[in-house]
């Protein structure tokens, strides 16, 4: 007996693995760039009208702000219309993932550039137009907490088996544990995450500027303005870095949840099975699949008594069982 099937054989399923508050981001990001986009004009027009260097340098700033945003307002439009595309064997749902990693190797190139910057007015001392500059990075501030205002508040199967009633109750109470100690594991969604962690490393300079600014206008103390930017940078690169780390690891299909891993072979387990092969991995924002190879001498438990168990595992969308009798794997 090898019996190789996926959980909704017989009904037919489909492979979308967005997460839940997917159309809610996208929109949410779409307007973020909507409001960067338009203080990035006021600004450079603005600038340019009224002969101020520093104006139209930060309207540049915030074009990069608004690039930013678009990488991840795009990965969900293509994501969410190339939901039910056949060519992505797994759905469009680390969509979202890869767009994080490119948008934290953004973040890592901006953080060198400030650090470059103010690494070279340390050595290199220019004049600040503080009733200019000081105006500036206050509304540049204005802007990027109604963009963290916009961003935040981001977001995160069913039959049963006809016997072993006293082992169901077992694993239904590791379940309900599994269920409040690995939500956060699955859910988390990169893209709106990456979008929330550019407008906060924007807010985060905007504060240093203005504080190193005031000091820098109260005290004399000019070095106050590039070690604000030191310092922001390292903020920054500090972000990038987690970024990067976290979204790597779901591209290259890292278990994000070894607990769901344990849970899913004690499932077995328990019932005298054993698990012979198991692959847990995310494919998108609170949905994870896995692949289980089972050896069972019983004759009786073929795939669909195993999907039963699996479908009730929460964030497990999508599980592919094989079952052979024991003295094939012996």
Same mark, same amino acid.
């Given at each position: 007996?090898?019996?190789?099937?996926?959980?909704?054989?017989?009904?037919?399923?489909?492979?979308?693995? $967005?997460?839940?508050?997917?159309?809610?981001?996208?929109?949410?990001?779409?307007?973020?760039? #909507?409001?960067?986009?338009? %203080?990035?004009?006021?600004?450079?027009?603005?600038?340019?009208?009224? &002969?101020?260097?520093?104006?139209?340098?930060?309207? %540049?700033?915030?074009?990069?702000? #608004? &690039?930013?945003?678009?990488? #991840?307002?795009?990965?969900?439009?293509?994501?969410?219309?190339?939901?039910?595309?056949?060519?992505?064997?797994?759905?469009?749902?680390?969509? &979202?993932?890869?767009?994080?990693?490119?948008?934290?190797?953004?973040?890592? %190139?901006?953080?060198?550039?400030?650090?470059?910057?103010?690494?070279?007015?340390?050595?290199?001392?220019?004049?600040?137009?503080?009733?200019?500059?000081?105006?500036?990075?206050?509304?540049?501030?204005?802007?990027?907490? #109604?963009?963290?205002?916009?961003?935040?508040?981001?977001?995160?199967?069913?039959?049963?088996?006809?016997?072993?009633?006293?082992?169901?109750?077992?694993?239904?109470?590791?379940?309900?544990?599994?269920?409040?100690?690995?939500?956060?594991?699955?859910?988390?969604?990169?893209?709106?995450?990456?979008?929330?962690?550019?407008?906060?490393?924007?807010?985060?300079?905007?504060? $240093?500027?203005?504080?190193?600014?005031?000091?820098?206008?109260?005290?004399?103390? $000019?070095?106050?303005?590039?070690?604000?930017?030191?310092?922001?940078?390292?903020?920054?690169?500090?972000?990038?870095?987690?970024?990067?780390?976290?979204?790597?690891?779901?591209? $290259?299909?890292?278990?994000?949840?070894?607990?769901?891993?344990?849970?899913?072979?004690?499932?077995?387990?328990?019932?005298?099975?054993?698990?012979?092969?198991?692959?847990?991995?995310?494919?998108?924002?609170?949905?994870?699949?896995?692949?289980?190879?089972?050896?069972?001498?019983?004759?009786?438990?073929?795939?669909?008594?195993?999907?039963?168990?699996?479908?009730?595992?929460?964030?497990?969308?999508?599980?592919?069982?094989?079952?052979?009798?024991?003295?094939?794997?012996?």
């Amino acid at each position: 007996m090898n019996d190789f099937k996926d959980a909704a054989i017989g009904a037919g399923h489909d492979h979308i693995f $967005l997460g839940a508050g997917h159309e809610q981001n996208e929109r949410k990001t779409w307007a973020v760039i #909507a409001l960067c986009s338009a %203080m990035m004009l006021i600004e450079i027009v603005g600038g340019s009208m009224f &002969g101020s260097l520093a104006l139209v340098a930060d309207g %540049m700033h915030m074009s990069t702000h #608004a &690039g930013a945003m678009l990488i #991840a307002a795009l990965a969900y439009t293509y994501a969410r219309k190339h939901a039910t595309d056949s060519r992505f064997v797994f759905g469009t749902g680390k969509l &979202g993932d890869l767009a994080g990693f490119t948008s934290a190797i953004v973040l890592a %190139m901006i953080a060198l550039l400030i650090g470059y910057e103010a690494i070279s007015r340390f050595l290199s001392p220019v004049p600040i137009r503080f009733g200019e500059a000081i105006p500036i990075a206050v509304v540049g501030l204005l802007v990027n907490l #109604a963009s963290v205002w916009l961003l935040s508040g981001h977001s995160h199967g069913h039959s049963h088996s006809h016997d072993d009633h006293a082992h169901e109750e077992e694993v239904q109470k590791a379940l309900e544990e599994h269920e409040h100690d690995a939500h956060d594991a699955v859910t988390p969604d990169h893209n709106i995450h990456s979008a929330y962690i550019h407008v906060m490393a924007d807010t985060a300079v905007s504060v $240093l500027a203005i504080i190193g600014l005031v000091l820098a206008r109260t005290f004399g103390w $000019l070095w106050m303005d590039p070690l604000a930017g030191v310092i922001g940078a390292l903020v920054i690169a500090n972000w990038s870095y987690g970024l990067l780390r976290d979204t790597g690891a779901i591209l $290259l299909d890292v278990n994000p949840d070894p607990r769901m891993a344990e849970n899913v072979r004690h499932a077995v387990e328990d019932r005298g099975d054993k698990v012979v092969d198991l692959h847990v991995w995310r494919v998108g924002p609170g949905h994870m699949s896995a692949v289980v190879s089972v050896a069972t001498n019983e004759p009786q438990r073929d795939s669909r008594f195993y999907h039963a168990i699996f479908e009730r595992f929460k964030g497990l969308s999508h599980v592919t069982v094989e079952v052979q009798p024991s003295h094939v794997v012996g």
